[in-house]
């Protein structure tokens, strides 16, 4: 297993470094941008597949998030520029189990339908969401009835993008 660095840079001091490596985590403090080996992320070019704080292994999804009563999908870092756009494949983690979950983002709520198939969902925020940003379900909403009659059932989110 190969170790990963991190460095705090200004843009000059990376502009300047003649080899980037692919296994560094760059943190231009001076333009609030981290770049990943080379690829700039956040302000410039918003991470395609944001990174989420905590996320699970599964047999079949390999990493997921989860979306229930106790776990909401938070987004590492703080976004200067607002994004208008979340695509989330959902599928309900007792495949039998079926309904619609209801999503808090930016303050705005959106009722998403989760089957047990992946299916992608768009969810488009009347403003765009910045700064710190969670997903959270509100599992206590009549209208989420991801549920088997007693306790709501996980959401698994196994692939996200944002723009």
Same mark, same amino acid.
């Given at each position: 297993?190969?170790?990963?660095?991190?460095?705090?840079? $200004?843009?000059?001091?990376?502009?300047? @470094?003649?080899?980037?490596?692919?296994? $560094?985590?760059?943190?231009?403090?001076?333009?609030?941008?981290? !770049? @990943?080996?080379?690829?700039?992320?956040?302000?410039?070019?918003?991470?395609?597949?944001?990174?989420?704080?905590?996320?699970?292994?599964?047999?079949? /999804?390999?990493?997921?998030? /989860?979306?229930?009563?106790?776990?909401?999908?938070? *987004?590492?870092?703080?976004?200067?520029?607002?994004?208008?756009?979340?695509? @989330?494949?959902?599928?309900?983690? #007792?495949? #039998?189990?079926?309904?619609?979950? !209801?999503?808090?983002?930016?303050?705005?709520?959106?009722?998403?339908?989760? #089957?047990?198939? !992946?299916?992608?969902?768009? *969810? $488009?925020?009347? #403003?765009?969401?910045?700064? *710190?940003?969670? *997903?959270?379900?509100?599992?206590?909403?009549?209208?989420? &009835?991801?549920?088997?009659?007693?306790?709501?059932? &996980?959401?698994?989110?196994?692939?996200?993008?944002?723009?």
């Amino acid at each position: 297993m190969s170790k990963v660095n991190f460095f705090k840079l $200004t843009a000059a001091q990376y502009d300047s @470094l003649e080899n980037k490596d692919a296994d $560094t985590i760059y943190f231009l403090t001076d333009h609030k941008i981290i !770049v @990943l080996g080379s690829e700039k992320y956040i302000n410039e070019k918003k991470a395609d597949k944001f990174l989420v704080k905590r996320v699970f292994a599964h047999d079949t /999804y390999g990493t997921v998030a /989860y979306l229930d009563a106790n776990n909401s999908m938070d *987004i590492s870092g703080y976004f200067a520029e607002g994004i208008s756009r979340f695509e @989330l494949w959902l599928v309900s983690a #007792t495949p #039998t189990i079926t309904g619609n979950i !209801v999503l808090n983002i930016g303050g705005e709520t959106f009722n998403v339908p989760v #089957t047990g198939k !992946v299916a992608k969902v768009v *969810i $488009t925020p009347s #403003t765009a969401v910045k700064g *710190i940003i969670s *997903i959270a379900r509100d599992t206590a909403s009549a209208e989420d &009835t991801l549920n088997d009659g007693t306790d709501s059932i &996980t959401a698994f989110v196994v692939d996200w993008r944002c723009s």
